[in-house]
């Protein structure tokens, strides 16, 4: 039944060690998002695909990458992880664009020590 | 730019009714959302609000004015359950993209 599935639920990291978290969705949705969120926080957004198409928010790290390789997968890199990006990563996917509901994932937490 | 202000925390008792408003300035508007996020969950998706009214789903309604740049939330015969922070988010015309408010922690107390 899992619609937006994130692999891992928790991953714990080392400053500096780059670290990967992954989506994969079931629905064939077209957009796919990756949100950072902090404790009691709203979420932000990093970036977005529209298909194959990259959208990068202004001020989203370098540090922060994305790959889609095909509809149903999203990989979200972290090439060198600072303290300062300890936070719930949100995966979401909607069938278009901003006017359709977004389907969460249950997130990966990421500590970093 | 874009700015969403919803109160930081609420405090309710069960079985009564609350209000969540939602304030916002952003040019292009397209419409709200509302989500349900419990601590340490993905959030969920509410109710969806492009035209100016009330939008009634069960015990959650969803209300919007377009002119005044202000929306709510109001939950009804409030259960335990409903303890959450519920998001506003608004999506304009520049692009695919939601921004969210902070998000309203709301207790319900017995």
């Known amino acids: 039944d899992a619609m937006v599935i994130q692999n891992p639920r928790y991953q714990v990291t080392q400053f500096g060690k780059p670290v990967t978290l992954s989506c994969s969705q079931t629905?064939?949705?077209?957009?796919m998002y990756w949100y950072q969120q902090k404790s009691s926080q709203a979420p932000k957004l990093l970036f977005h695909y529209y298909d194959k198409d990259f959208n990068n928010e202004a001020d989203t790290p370098d540090n922060f990458q994305s790959r889609r390789p095909n509809t149903s997968f999203c990989f979200l890199d972290i090439r060198s992880p600072g303290l300062g990006d300890a936070a719930m990563y949100l995966c979401?996917?909607?069938?278009?664009?901003?006017?359709?509901?977004?389907?969460f994932g249950p997130g990966t937490r990421l500590t970093v020590t | 730019g874009q700015n969403i202000d919803q109160p930081t925390e609420m405090t309710a008792t069960e079985g009564a009714i609350v209000q969540i408003n939602c304030t916002y300035q952003?040019?292009?508007?397209?419409?709200l959302f509302w989500y349900q996020q419990h601590a340490g969950e993905a959030p969920t998706f509410l109710s969806y609000n492009v035209l100016d009214g009330l939008e009634e789903k069960g015990r959650f309604s969803s209300f919007l004015s377009r002119s005044k740049g202000y929306s709510y939330l109001l939950l009804k015969e409030l259960q335990m359950k409903d303890s959450a922070s519920y998001l506003c988010a608004v999506h304009n015309n520049a692009g695919n993209m939601l921004t969210f408010g902070g998000g309203t922690r709301l207790m319900v107390k017995p």
């Open positions: 952003t040019s292009g508007f397209n419409g």
């Open positions: 629905l064939n949705h077209n957009v």
């Open positions: 979401a996917t909607s069938r278009r664009g901003g006017d359709y509901e977004q389907y």
